[in-house]
Structures are given as structure tokens and as C-alpha cells.
């Protein structure tokens, strides 16, 4: 191909369209691509601009320089001339229009305080958005919100209503006082981007008091068209997000998901007020009759995806039944459940009953109650004397949950037939019939078993049933192999995992093909090979017959 037909090709757009995306994360070679000509030049800006993530655009508006060059301990940069009006005429002809995502990572304000203060100054009138096309927006940073950093007008001039995705980050070095000025930035998020889809304010255990709260849930009134509310861990005052949740429950009907940090207290309602379009809630660090509450006064009857972790709090063993037997019964809906507790030392067993959070039959009745279920998750941080589950509670988990995916639970790999793991009963199992009274997963496509102990003389039978049990294809993972730590106990028990793992990858090919039958059945795909195949078949004897 010469010169000439190269620079034509070249010349098409969607071709240098594709080009420039493959160059997306190349700045330096966009730049040189918007040099090239003027054809190039206006779709490289567009990806070279396309993401801003730090305050360097602001050499497009003119040069910059270390306010005392002379001093190394002296951060702070400033333009070295007054931005004039051609200045911002020419950013705005040139840049401005081209930005969709503004990401000012590492925002230090003892750098960039005195250029930000220069343009919310000389920005001319006629300029009411600095980037008119914005529809993300994220701040990362120290120092954001100190009483004194005048953060609010420097941060706000980048606001405005076509912004659909807000998200503030701090970091736990920056404790907040009362009355801190930065609640007008808070406030401002409502004021400024009304037409908010998605609002993160994740200020990585800052402390703060209860006003910080109260100008979030004023924020959420104000964002009717919210969608994604993500609100992470404060130190001091995760009683006061219950306000936040109210605010958004009775404004922003459009909310499918809710990230809380955590929920330390959580007041009781005679009103319920329905969340009907939530369908993703998560909540850290929270405590079970709290979170009880949170769910019966909130009902949430799209809600798909449930994930309740650290639950971290001296409490009665009822309390954690019944906070697993309300989301049992109350959504059947539900596709994905992440339920991890941590008992340990602080469970408090019920009338002095042994401690038993999870049964085989457990296993069973929540499969029938949540037929939807495609991904579960159950890690129970206890005590080793604590009963789990057994491998008939796999057994009869796989009866009902035919939808199950990925299962991440910790097991006692025995049979119930057997009084502890050092027990002789175990080969007792794989008698004529044993296997084949188990029922087998349909579509599950990875099983965590967690720090599930193993014994040696339960190997063979962990490896016969899950054999039996598991589709082809399943990914058996025991996190505790990819340590080195443990006492003697756990290095013999990953050596017998890893056993069974080996094992499980080398299984009788006849049985194999016997399960491999049987999923095809399942999935309906015979008919559609069986369709592909005649097809086939027939393009196959059409073409031999022309060659003749």
C-alpha cells in the first residue's frame, strides 16, 4: 500500500475513531495525534479530553509556576499571568465541551488552592459551566473538608445541573469539628446537580457529628431522580444514617441501590415506608436487630441483592435467627445473598443451648424459600466448637436451589452419621446407594468451602460425594491453601483439600459423561445442536452436490 492510499484510509472516521480508542489511556500519544493534521485534531482532543483526572488541565487556560521557587516546603502553584477573557474564550472553543468525566484525583488544596481561587475569580460571566458536558464527577483528597480550606466555592464552581454521577472522597486523617463550613458543600450537591443518578460520599472514617447527617438527608431530599446511593463508615455517628435512609426512602422513588457503612442503631417505626424500586442493599458494620428493624420498616419488594457483613456486636443467638428468618421468608426474589457473621466470643447461646447458627435442615429450608438463588455467600466467623453444616446440608441445599451459581459456606466435611470427625464411619457412607440418595447441583460453577477442616479419614468420602454432587466445570476453592500459616492441624487438613481438589479434576470419565448428559438435558440444548447439526448437514450436501 503507498503513502496515498494509506493517509486516505486513514482519513475515515470511524477508523481513526477506532484507533484513538485503543490510545484512550496514551496521552502522550493522543497529543501527537491531534498534531497531525487538522482532520485528526478533533477526535484525539475529544479522547484526550474525554477524562480529566488531576488539576493539570489548567495549563490550557495558561501557564503555571511554583508560587516561591525558592521555597522546597512551598506547594502551592500559581498562573503566571491574570487569566484574561481570551484565555477562557479559547479553553472553552478548544477544551471545555470535549470533558465528560472530571476526576480530580489527589487533590491537594496547598497546591492547587491558588489557581482554583483564580479561576472561580476570572471566570467571565457568560461562562456559567466550565465544563458545559460533565456527566461525572469525583473529588479524591487530604484536606478537603477542614474548617478552613474554603473547599465549598473552590469545588462547587465545577457543579452544575446535567451532572449525573457524584462522588466525594476523604481519607480518616481529617476529623471534623461542629459546625464545619464544608455542610454547604453537602448541601450544595442537592442544589447544584438536581438530575443525580449516583451519589458516593465515602470519607473513610471521618468523624463527624450528627449535623453531617442531617445535611445528607437534606441532600437526598433534593435528588428525586437518584439512583445509586453509596454513603460509607463514619466513626461517631452511624446511629444517624437511619435519618439519611428515611430522606431517601421518601424521596428518590426511582432508588435500586443503597450502601450504608454502617448502622449502629436504628429507631423502630409503627409507619412502614416502602423502597418498591430497591433492588441492591449492602450494609457494613451493622448490628442484627438493628438491621432487622432497618428491613421491616423498609419494605423492599424488587430487592435482589442482599449483603449484610461484620456483624460485630455481643448479642443473643435469637437475634441472629431472627434477623436470617425474616430475610428467608420476606424475599423470595432474592438472586444474590451475603450473610457474614461474626459470632466467636460474643454470640450469647440461647437458654444455654449449645451454639448452632446453621443446620443441615437449614440448608434446606433456605433453598426452598429462595428458589431465585444464584449466588450465596454464609461465613460464620466462629468458634471452632460451633456445629456447621454437614454434606447432607450440601445435599439438600442442591434439592431446592436449582439456580445456585456460586456457594461460599464453612462446612464440617463429615456425614451426620458419624459422631465427630476422628470417627471410623466415615467409608461407612459409600456403601451400594449411599451416592446416589444425594442430590446434585445443576448449575453451580464455583463452591468456596472457607476454613473448612478436614480430617484424613474423611478424604476419600469429601471426594466421592462432592464427585458425585458437583457439575463438571466447578471450581472447588479452600482460601486457607493460598496461606502458609496454621498450626499442624490446618497445614494436614489444606494437604487433604488439596487431595480432593486433585481428585476432582481426574474423575471417572463415565460418570462424567453421565452428569454431562444429564445438564444437557437440563439447559435444553440438545434440541439446538440437533437443529445446528441438520443445518450443517445440509449446507454440507448442497455444496457437494454443486461441486459435482
Known amino acids: 500500500m503507498n503513502i496515498t492510499s494509506t493517509h486516505q484510509a486513514l482519513m475515515i472516521a470511524e477508523l481513526r475513531q477506532q484507533i484513538f480508542f485503543y490510545l484512550s489511556s496514551r496521552n502522550k500519544s493522543l497529543l501527537a495525534c491531534a498534531l497531525v493534521c487538522h482532520q485528526w485534531q478533533d477526535d484525539a482532543l475529544d479522547y484526550l479530553w474525554k477524562r480529566i483526572t488531576s488539576m493539570e488541565f489548567s495549563r490550557a487556560l495558561g501557564p503555571i509556576r511554583k508560587r516561591t521557587p525558592d521555597d522546597p516546603n512551598d506547594q502551592m502553584t500559581v498562573f503566571e499571568e491574570t487569566l484574561g477573557l481570551d484565555a477562557w474564550r479559547r479553553f472553552e472553543r478548544l477544551y471545555s465541551h470535549r470533558v465528560r468525566h472530571l476526576d480530580l484525583a489527589e487533590l491537594r488544596l496547598n497546591q492547587y488552592y491558588c489557581i482554583l481561587t483564580t479561576m472561580a475569580s476570572t471566570r467571565p460571566p457568560s461562562s456559567s459551566r466550565i465544563f458545559p458536558n460533565l456527566r461525572e464527577m469525583s473529588v479524591h483528597g487530604s484536606g478537603l473538608l477542614l474548617p478552613t480550606s474554603g473547599f465549598e466555592t473552590k469545588v462547587v464552581q465545577f457543579m452544575h445541573e446535567r451532572i449525573e454521577s457524584f462522588s466525594l472522597y476523604g481519607n480518616g486523617k481529617e476529623t471534623l469539628e461542629l459546625g464545619f463550613p464544608s455542610m454547604f458543600t453537602i448541601k450544595a450537591i442537592g442544589d447544584y446537580m438536581p438530575r443525580l443518578t ?27 431522580p437518584l439512583v445509586d446511593l453509596d454513603l460509607g463508615p463514619v466513626v461517631n455517628e ?29 429507631p423502630s417505626s409503627a409507619i412502614p415506608v416502602p423502597m418498591p424500586s430497591l433492588k441492591k442493599l449492602e450494609v457494613d458494620e451493622s448490628v442484627a436487630i438493628h438491621t432487622l428493624r432497618l428491613l421491616q420498616q423498609y419494605p423492599m419488594p424488587s ?6 457483613t461484620s456483624l460485630m456486636e455481643r448479642a443473643s443467638l435469637a437475634e441472629y435467627q431472627n434477623l436470617a428468618m425474616h430475610i428467608v421468608t420476606s424475599f423470595p426474589q432474592l438472586t444474590t445473598l451475603n450473610f457474614n457473621i461474626s459470632l466467636s466470643a460474643h454470640i450469647v447461646p440461647c437458654r444455654g443451648d449449645e451454639v448452632n447458627p446453621f443446620t443441615d435442615e437449614d440448608m434446606g429450608f433456605l433453598g426452598r424459600c429462595l428458589p431465585a438463588l444464584e449466588i450465596l455467600g454464609f461465613d460464620f466467623c466462629c468458634a471452632q466448637d460451633v456445629k456447621r453444616p454437614t454434606l447432607q446440608g450440601l445435599s ?3 434439592e431446592h436451589a436449582l439456580k445456585l451459581q456460586s456457594l461460599n459456606l464453612v462446612i464440617l466435611p463429615t456425614h451426620p452419621a458419624a459422631s465427630n470427625t476422628n470417627s471410623d464411619q466415615g467409608l461407612a457412607m459409600l456403601t451400594s446407594g449411599s451416592l446416589s440418595s444425594m442430590n446434585r447441583f445443576r448449575c453451580l ?43 499442624p492441624d490446618i497445614i494436614q487438613s489444606n494437604k487433604e483439600w488439596e487431595k480432593v481438589i486433585s481428585g476432582l479434576r481426574n474423575r471417572d470419565p463415565s460418570r462424567n459423561w453421565v452428569q454431562f448428559k444429564e445438564l444437557w438435558r437440563a439447559t435444553g440444548l440438545e434440541k439446538i445442536l440437533a437443529m445446528y447439526l441438520t443445518t450443517a448437514l445440509q449446507n454440507l450436501q448442497i455444496t457437494t452436490e454443486l461441486v459435482k
Open 198 to 224: 449516583t451519589l458516593v460520599i465515602d470519607l473513610y472514617y471521618c468523624a463527624f457529628d450528627h449535623r453531617f447527617t442531617d445535611a445528607m438527608a437534606i441532600c437526598c431530599s433534593r435528588l428525586p
Open 238 to 266: 452511624p446511629d444517624s444514617y437511619a435519618v439519611v435512609i428515611e430522606s431517601a426512602a421518601c424521596n428518590c422513588p426511582c432508588l435500586e441501590a443503597v450502601v450504608v457503612g454502617g448502622i449502629g442503631f436504628f
Open 303 to 308: 430487592l435482589q441483592e442482599l449483603d449484610l
Open 396 to 398: 439438600n441445599l442442591a
Open 445 to 487: 460453577e464455583r463452591l468456596g468451602l472457607g476454613d473448612s477442616h478436614l480430617h484424613p479419614k474423611w478424604t476419600i468420602v469429601v471426594l466421592e460425594v462432592l464427585g458425585y454432587m458437583l457439575p463438571l466445570g466447578c471450581d472447588l476453592r479452600i482460601p486457607a491453601l493460598d496461606y502458609d500459616l496454621g498450626g
